[in-house]
């Protein structure tokens, strides 16, 4: 069973960044993501990265511009910097990792990890 594990959470004020860091697979081709689950909502996407790297992402129209997801394989690490933060960013995120490209990466991910808090006080 692959196990992921975020890291880099926390609270900001509006405007503020943080890095979320997600240690995962240490074998296998895996695209690699995140999503999100506001207070009271559903989990939503947020963003995908190919096994490949910067090349081949995908973003949601509500972080594009502001958030970035990036990759170390030789780390086994995906990053989501997350800059010019809002209140509607309040939200745990969670990593996942799944064997289809970043065009099918969905709730049906293969693997996810636990979920970290990013509060962002206004």
């Known amino acids: 069973q692959v196990q992921l594990v975020e890291s880099g959470g926390g609270t900001v004020q509006t405007g503020g960044s943080l890095r979320l860091s997600c240690a995962g697979p240490?074998?296998?081709?895996?695209?690699m993501g995140w999503f999100r689950r506001p207070p009271g909502k559903e989990r939503e996407f947020v963003a995908a990265?190919?096994?490949?790297?910067?090349?081949?992402?995908g973003y949601a129209d509500s972080v594009k511009g502001r958030f970035t997801i990036s990759r170390d394989n030789a780390k086994n690490t995906v990053y989501l910097q997350m800059d010019s933060l809002k209140p509607l960013d309040t939200a745990v995120y969670y990593c996942?990792?799944?064997?289809?490209?970043?065009?099918?990466?969905?709730?049906?991910?293969?693997?996810w990890g636990p979920g970290t808090q990013v509060t962002v006080s206004s």
């Open positions: 240490t074998s296998g081709a895996y695209t």
């Open positions: 990265i190919s096994y490949l790297g910067s090349s081949n992402t």
């Open positions: 996942a990792a799944d064997s289809r490209g970043v065009e099918k990466f969905s709730e049906s991910a293969d693997f």
